[in-house]
Every structure is written in C-alpha cells, then in structure tokens.
C-alpha cells in the first residue's frame, strides 16, 4: 500500500498503469510429459493464474512489480484462515534507469526472453512462468540492441562462505538454477534480415559430503553459444535458423560438447501460413568422460517439440538427443479466430542400442483460438502421440495405454485496470 501511495502522488507527473493477468485451464491429462499405462486413470484438474502488474513509467525511469497466485481449483479449503499451499509469489520486480545514448541498466527480478525463446524464455505457458535475478546493461541504437546480464545466486544470508544449491536436496548440478551467470546477447535488424548473438556461461556450486549438500571448493561452468538468425526473402516466406553449442564441465571429472540445430520455413499466401522445419539437439549413449546431450537450458521448451512436452520440459536430460521433423498450418477461421494444427516425427539422435528402431513416435497437435473480448482469448487445444515401441524403452513405460492423448481450455483475461498520464485523468477499462 505505501509503494501503491507513492506512485499514486507523483503519476500526475509521468505515467502508472495497473493490469491484471487471470488464466484458468482445464487440463484432461492421459499421456501428458510421459506415457501413461494401461491400468491408470487419466487426470483431470483446473489450474489458475491470477497476476497483478504495477508499472511506472519517467523520462528516464521505470520500474515493475508483479504479483502472482498460481493454485489449482480446490486445493484450499473454503474456509482455512490461510493458504498452507504456499501459492502466492512475487513473479518480477524490477527498475531500469536510462543512462542517454542508447544505454540503460535494468535490476531485478525479471524475465528474460529472447528470439525464438529456445535458449532464453519467459514460459508463459507455465503458469508461474520463469523469471530470473539479475542485473543487465542495455544498449539500443540504429537497429542495433546488446545485452549483457549478470545474475549472483544463494540460498540465504551466509556470513562464512557462499552456497547454492539449488533444491537443497543433493541435485547440485541442476540445469534451471545456477549459482552464477554472466550472458551477452547482440541483435542488428537489416532489411529483410536480421540476426542475433547469444553467449551464456554458468556456473554450478560443487557440493560433496554425505547429503552431497556440503559446500567444496569451486564450481563447474558451462557455456552456450550460437546463432539465431530470420530472413525474408520474398513476400510472405519467412526461413528461420539457429545453430547452437554447448562446451565446459558437466561435473568435475565430465565434459560437456553438444549442439542444437534448427530450420524452419514458413509461406503465408493469404490468410493461411504453412510451415515446415527441422531440428537436431545432439545425444549421449555412452558413459565415459563427454557429455554430448545438448540441453536448452532457459528456453520456453513447450514451444517446441511437440505440445504434450515429452522432451526437454523438465525431462529427456543427459539422453540420447531428439531429431523432430515437423510440418504446421495456420488457418485463419474467423476475424478474431485462427486454428492451428502441427505434426511431428520424432526419432533419435542417438541409438537406444543394437536392434531398436530410432523411430520414437508422431505427434498431432491441434490448437483453435479466438479472441472474445479486447483483453481475453480463449484458448482450446487437443493432442495426441502414437508412440512406438522405443519411446516405450525411452521412456521406461512397459504396458502404456492404448491411447495416449491430453486436451485443454483456456480463458486468457489481461484487462488493464487503471492507467494514470499527466495528460488525461485517472481511467478505469
């Protein structure tokens, strides 16, 4: 309240907005992330995002809070005097100061979210999204933008010695949560073409002793670095590419040497887009001293590779690596409605061993939006995986279900509440 009073007696000099993000999905899971066996019911529950966004806008500064509960219908009693669920987080926090000259500085939580989102996301689709502690410098001028980031992180106030770790539970090489990052992205915009760099080096706590907890000397690095690049040949074709690679220390006594490449080609003639593409993200499958398993460490991974998340979204680390050959349509349905639909055949980077096919199964994603309000979409989506039998042995499934499907709805509410310019009174939308 007293942030809310501050803001409030100086927006009549510049600008302050209020929004609200609320989201509720109904999700009907049976083979979502992994296949689901035969004898398994299939689940079935609502989960909800209620977010609330102050910003505040200056000449030469701004800053953002929001705030945010995620929960899932039901799981607080009507009547308990608190949420023992532990819901409710600070999603970002951060002010930025204009330097001149194209330069600023931003601090604080916040997301980071860059080209396509592999490397780099801000997960949205995630109802808690990912968001990172940081400092960055910004620099912007000519069709020219660069950021450098810097991130420190501990699991408390320590007065002896710095520690992370990142779950408290043993895992000290995690791949989301890092003890320290230093990043650098560089973007030039030409005309019908653009391209972006991007080095990321992080850090990992080594932790030894009994629990695997106990803070030793070091820490291991890893780095990722490559390319995205956009062209615009022609009227209506569009021709992606990234080529990626990851080097350093998995562990103290394993290396790491992986790469990540796309293409993708998009034609949109009219009011429908086709697309097509192809990516590789390199696997291991021996065990020796080389870690060759490319992981996109920050990305909004949902996005890609299918939308029922069997790769990459919190699994598939440290394996035999993914080949995914895809093919989309975008028709639009209505002036406020579009559907997509997308197909992938995934195999292999990396055999699963002597005699097992590389072919892992196809995916059939189907997704209908239409915008109903000015601020709200509704979102209804459908997948299904015909998996074979080697995804059963990726995947460590002996007896799946027959069918392995997931399906969706989603109400996307983003209204803005209130907006304050010193050029116009106090509104409410």
């Known amino acids: 309240m007293p942030f809310l009073l501050v803001v409030a007696s100086t927006a009549y000099a510049q600008e302050f907005?209020?929004?609200?993000?609320?989201?509720?999905?109904?999700?009907y899971s049976n083979g979502f992330g992994n296949l689901i066996p035969e004898d398994v019911d299939a689940a079935l529950f609502v989960q909800q995002r209620s977010r609330l966004n102050l910003g505040y806008t200056t000449e030469k500064f701004s800053a953002y809070v929001s705030v945010q509960d995620v929960s899932v219908w039901g799981d607080q009693p009507q009547i308990a005097a608190n949420d023992g669920n532990d819901s409710f987080s600070l999603a970002q926090a951060w002010v930025q100061f204009q330097m001149g000259d194209g330069w600023s500085t931003k601090l604080g939580r916040q997301a980071l979210s860059y080209d396509d989102q592999r490397i780099f996301g801000g997960l949205d689709w995630a109802m808690q999204g990912r968001f990172h502690d940081a400092a960055l410098v910004k620099y912007t001028k000519d069709g020219f933008t660069m950021d450098v980031g810097f991130a420190f992180n501990q699991n408390g106030v320590s007065r002896q010695t710095t520690?992370?770790?990142?779950?408290n539970s043993g895992n000290a090489r995690a791949v989301f949560d890092y003890k320290a990052m230093v990043y650098a992205w560089l973007h030039k915009d030409w005309d019908g073409f653009s391209a972006s760099l991007l080095f990321s080096n992080n850090s990992y706590q080594n932790l030894g002793g009994e629990d695997q907890q106990t803070p030793i000397d070091g820490t291991v690095n890893r780095q990722t670095f490559g390319t995205h690049l956009k062209a615009k040949?022609?009227?209506g074709l569009t021709v992606l590419a990234n080529?990626?690679?990851?080097?350093?220390?998995?562990?103290?006594?394993?290396?790491?040497?992986?790469?990540?490449?796309?293409?993708?080609?998009?034609?949109k003639p009219g009011k429908t887009l086709f697309g097509a593409g192809f990516e590789t993200l390199s696997g291991d499958n021996e065990a020796d001293d080389k870690l060759k398993s490319f992981f996109p460490i920050f990305g909004t991974n949902h996005k890609f590779n299918g939308f029922m998340d069997y790769f990459y979204v919190g699994n598939h680390a440290n394996n035999v690596g993914l080949n995914d050959i895809y093919a989309k349509a975008v028709i639009k349905t209505g002036d406020k409605s579009s559907l997509l639909v997308k197909g992938h055949y995934f195999t292999v980077a990396e055999s699963l061993g002597d005699g097992i096919d590389d072919y892992l199964g196809t995916e059939v994603d189907i997704v209908f939006t239409q915008k109903?309000?000015?601020f709200a979409t509704l979102k209804i989506g459908y997948s299904h995986l015909?998996?074979?039998?080697?995804?059963e042995i990726l995947k460590g499934v002996n007896n799946p279900a027959s069918a392995q499907n997931w399906g969706w709805a989603m109400l996307v509410i983003k209204p803005n509440l209130l907006k304050w310019s010193p050029k116009q009174e106090p509104t409410l939308e």
């Open 372 to 374: 109903v309000l000015s």
């Open 163 to 167: 520690y992370f770790n990142p779950n």
């Open 386 to 391: 015909f998996a074979s039998d080697s995804m």
């Open 17 to 27: 907005s209020i929004d609200a993000d609320i989201r509720p999905r109904a999700e």
């Open 243 to 267: 080529v990626y690679a990851q080097t350093g220390q998995f562990t103290e006594t394993v290396d790491l040497s992986a790469y990540n490449a796309l293409i993708e080609v998009n034609y």
């Open 233 to 235: 040949p022609a009227d």
